[in-house]
């Protein structure tokens, strides 16, 4: 097994998840429409009230992403290998950082996918009204759809099933959504959750998208928010693919 990271050897693992991917037709409604749903589905929640709309709103327009393609990458990363698919491919000339970068990039491509989908319906068909640019909110978007992909092929290394992978997603997303500034700021929670949500990238997420909404100009917390997230998706993908298993037991 070759341990040099080969992009001919990436391409083409990405290119055959494509492949599957594309001709699964309830994978890929739930991650390019039922984020957009969502967005509905927020937006006549708060039909009264635009202002929360515009606050919420921007926030979960990183947040059902993340969560969506945590679910996707975790369970179809797991199925590659409880089916053999996984075992047979590491025989070859293929080492994990490749069959990682690989899944890294197929599932991106559906994540710039999903986080354009989702951005476009939330400003030009829901009117989510924002101070920064639009390309801002979309690359927070992008970095936290990244993201959940990252956790999703770092998780699946530890599931033995596909609902064991489903149920990683309370340990692991459902803190982050509670302690991410969402629900309460972050500075009024108790000293302990607060210097947890410092630790925890969904907080980065949600703050980029803050800055976005606030503020005109690119501000220095949000380069910040993004460098963390992107620091925080590199190094999931790292772990991912030194914790990588050809099958499970």
């Not at 990271?5 to 739930?30: G, I």
């Not at 609902?163 to 997603?169: H, K, L, P, T, Y």
């Amino acid at each position: 097994m070759n341990a040099v990271l080969s992009p001919a050897r990436s391409l083409a693992t990405a290119r055959r998840v494509l492949r599957q991917l594309a001709h699964d037709p309830r994978t890929l409604a739930l991650l390019l429409l039922v984020p957009v749903g969502l967005l509905v589905l927020l937006y006549y929640v708060f039909d009264a009230d635009r202002t929360s709309f515009d606050a919420i709103g921007s926030s979960l327009l990183g947040i059902f992403p993340m969560v969506t393609m945590f679910l996707v990458t975790s369970i179809a990363t797991l199925r590659e290998r409880t089916s053999g698919t996984l075992e047979r491919l590491m025989t070859m000339p293929l080492g994990k950082a490749d069959l990682v970068a690989g899944y890294a990039l197929a599932f991106g491509a559906f994540a710039v996918l999903q986080a354009t989908l989702a951005t476009g319906v939330a400003l030009w068909l829901l009117g989510l009204d924002i101070a920064g640019s639009p390309w801002l909110l979309l690359l927070v978007a992008l970095l936290n759809a990244l993201l959940g992909t990252a956790l999703g092929l770092f998780v699946s290394a530890f599931a033995a099933s596909e609902f064991q992978a489903v149920q990683f997603m309370p340990a692991v997303i459902f803190p982050q959504l509670l302690l991410c500034g969402l629900f309460a700021p972050r500075d009024s929670m108790q000293p302990v959750l607060e210097a947890v949500s410092h630790v925890l990238p969904m907080s980065y997420s949600v703050d980029g998208m803050t800055q976005v909404l606030r503020h005109q100009d690119i501000t220095g917390d949000y380069v910040r928010d993004v460098v963390v997230v992107a620091g925080s998706a590199l190094a999931v993908l790292a772990l991912g693919a030194a914790t990588l298993r050809r099958r499970t037991d």
